[in-house]
């Protein structure tokens, strides 16, 4: 996969892509990550990217020549379907669904805004999608491009060490993912489920599944409504609610079997 992102700020990336899974993704070849300086597709000695905005009110605007001087470049020399993604706090909510669409792509172009954002003609113009972080805003589009490309390149075959984690993790089947224990098997006092000793890869296989619909039900009740669920979640989410235990008790995980 190819990901160009358009920025005035191209420093900011310099750490985030040159540690961990990132790193490694680029230097394996699975992914090929460039910045662009958006003060390069200038024409004026100054290099400016932003103006006052039409109507008055506070802050600036960026400008629409150089952003699509800049997109029309990077689209001479990719693929016609390159997604054209301008991050925006009114943009579709990113989340694990659309990620690994994007991890279907070839090539993904990203702008970054900053200031009030970008002019309104820039997104009619070239942008074929708008996609948002969270509901909050953020001073420029730089750490949202760094949480989609985060999510979006583990989910890249050869990403990560071991891939089949992609697929037991929060989200992936619509739910959010079992707890997680490590050694040592006590520690203050707390004890790791015995279940998770016993070396019976079934029954352990069905407790992290009862501890996934639990949790999911405690935490996102939203989630469940649109996760296909087999015939064993529903029994096992029958014995949740009937069971009505609450799930962490000064620390102590409840452990069902
Ligand atoms: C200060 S924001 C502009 C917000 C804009 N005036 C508005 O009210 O919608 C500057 C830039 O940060 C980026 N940004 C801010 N919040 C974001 C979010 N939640 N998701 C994605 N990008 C965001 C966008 O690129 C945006 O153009």
Known sequence: MHIDIITIFPEFFTSPLDCSIVARAQQSGVVDVVIHNLRDYTNDK?????????????????????LVRAVDNLLSQAPADTPVVLLTPQGQRLDQAKAQEMSGQQHLILICGH?????????????TEELSIGDYVLTGGEPAALVIIDAVIRLLPGALGNPGSVHSESFADGLLEHPQYTRPAEWRGMK????????????????????????TLERRPDLLKSAKLTEEDNKLLTEIKEAAQPEVVAGQENTDE
């Open 192 to 215: 790791i489920p015995d279940i998770l000793l016993s070396g019976h890869h079934e029954n352990i296989r069905r407790w992290r599944r009862k501890q996934t619909l639990r949790r």
């Open 46 to 66: 100054h290099q400016v990217v932003d103006d006052y905005p039409y109507g008055g009110g506070a802050g600036m605007v960026m400008k629409p020549e150089p």
């Open 115 to 127: 200031y009030e954002g970008i002019d309104e003609r820039v997104r009619q113009t070239v942008v």
